[in-house]
């Protein structure tokens, strides 16, 4: 088993000099800077994971795990050591707990699939309302295959998750637990401490959805007490098509396989076979290679961040964002009001107009906003909404997007009304 090790580097920081490693952020769109604020549905990559992947492309392109050339043995020590990358961005206790899926999305399908065959009749599952579909959609599948009952941790006026009943929530039916770290919607973060803690009374396994959370800095999975961890790559600074998914080793070993084929056996007999141990069970298949190892370069990357500076960058600019939405009536906010209580994801509703007429017209201002749904319907159906238009800070976004997007937010507003 290998373990997760390696020292890193913190490298100097200052807005300006980050945002020079984003390649992306030299170009107008429409005459104009652009002002990038749709990281929560994906962000952009730093010149060294285009650099990893360019290298593996151009230098070392070959499948891995089966060859026995040279290239062979160089793409499978890239992409193996990109394992080690999620595994130290994460704290797993090892390399083998981690497994490559093509984002959160397949990451909670592979899960929900996994434990499908164990539930009985009486069970329940649990989810928030605040779900993103993602790790809505595959429960309540599973649920109504199964025959399984779905039960929901309802939301509070402002979109937070309302843990007052959850002892009436999750109770010894309790077999799955599965809630995102924080909410794409809200900026929420969840007090997973006390979801854990419930369901652990009653022996239910978690399962956490950290889309949102793994961008915002180097994770803890054994601190969180979870079973199953899962985020994308392309929402970390890494490439569109990967992700991973983290099991708890024990949990991993109970599982059956989700998808089989290639990669994923020990032993293929006319009669039957038997599968690979560990995170090899469920990677079946030729896997995005040259994705992998773009995401362990943006980990890697990440890992060499001065994380409490950004932490601050980050809340300076809430708090300017969070001043300057109150000054424009008729707009509610959803989610904690303080900057120090949230993850920088700002979702709000103007009175009389339509995210998506807001979003357009900030277009034209070169600022790239998020309108919609943002693929979490049960929370806009339990708040009364139909749509919101969202913000989401990156590392690299500074005050002059913020200042930006107030102004186009002054204008749009005029415009509409
Ligand atoms: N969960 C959350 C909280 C998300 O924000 C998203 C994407 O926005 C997903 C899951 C799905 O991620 P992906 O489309 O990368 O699988």
């Given at each position: 088993m290998r373990q997760v090790t390696g020292p890193v580097s913190k490298q100097a920081w200052s807005p300006d000099k980050l945002r020079q490693q984003?390649?992306?952020?030299?170009?107008?769109?429409?005459?104009?800077?652009l002002h990038y604020l749709d990281n929560a549905a994906t962000t952009f990559s730093p010149r060294c994971v285009q650099?990893?992947?360019?290298?593996y492309e151009n230098h070392s392109r070959s499948n891995v795990q089966r060859g026995m050339h040279q290239l062979g043995i160089e793409?499978?020590?890239a992409f193996e050591a990109a394992r080690g990358s999620v595994a130290r961005y994460l704290n797993a206790a090892?390399?083998?707990?981690?497994?490559?899926?093509?984002?959160?999305?397949?990451?909670?399908n592979l899960a929900a699939h996994c434990l499908g065959q164990s539930l009985q009749s009486g069970d329940e599952i649990v989810v928030s309302q605040a779900e993103h579909h993602s790790n809505f959609v595959p429960w309540q599948q599973l649920c109504q295959h199964y025959g399984v009952r779905m039960r929901l941790i309802p939301v509070l006026a402002n979109g937070s998750l309302d843990l007052s009943g959850l002892d009436q929530v999750i109770t010894e039916r309790c077999r799955v637990v599965a809630v995102s770290q924080i909410s794409n919607v809200t900026g929420s973060i969840t007090d997973l401490q006390t979801i854990t803690r419930q369901a652990r009374r009653h022996g239910a396994l978690v399962f956490v959805d950290g889309a949102q959370a793994a961008p915002h800095g180097p994770l803890d999975v054994q601190?969180?007490?979870?079973?199953f961890y899962a985020f994308s790559g392309h929402k970390c600074y890494g490439p569109t098509g990967?992700?991973?998914?983290?099991?708890?080793?024990?949990?991993?070993?109970?599982?059956?396989?989700?998808?089989?084929g290639g990669g994923m056996i020990e032993r293929v007999d006319i009669q039957g076979t038997r599968y690979a141990s560990g995170y090899r069970r469920f990677e079946a298949g030729t896997p995005p290679v040259a994705q992998a190892i773009g995401l362990g370069a943006a980990l890697d990357w990440l890992m060499t961040l001065p994380w409490r500076g950004?932490?601050?960058?980050?809340q300076a600019l809430s708090r300017q964002l969070l001043a300057g939405l109150s000054q424009v009536g008729g707009l509610t906010l959803l989610g904690e009001a303080a900057a120090q209580d949230r993850a920088p994801i700002f979702s709000f509703d103007i009175e009389a107009c339509h995210s998506h007429d807001i979003c357009q017209i900030l277009d034209g201002y070169g600022v790239a906003l998020r309108g919609g749904h943002h693929c979490a319907q049960p929370l806009m159906q339990a708040l009364g909404l139909v749509a919101t238009s969202r913000a989401s800070i990156a590392v690299f976004n500074t005050d002059a997007d913020i200042a930006a997007l107030l102004c186009g937010l002054h204008d749009a507003v005029e415009t509409l009304r």
């Open positions: 984003f390649p992306i952020l030299q170009r107008e769109v429409g005459g104009r800077p650099d990893a992947v360019a290298h793409a499978t020590d090892s390399c083998d707990e981690v497994i490559f899926t093509s984002g959160t999305t397949f990451g909670v601190a969180l007490d979870a079973d990967i992700g991973a998914l983290w099991i708890r080793s024990p949990v991993l070993a109970s599982l059956p396989p989700f998808l089989t950004i932490r601050a960058h980050e």
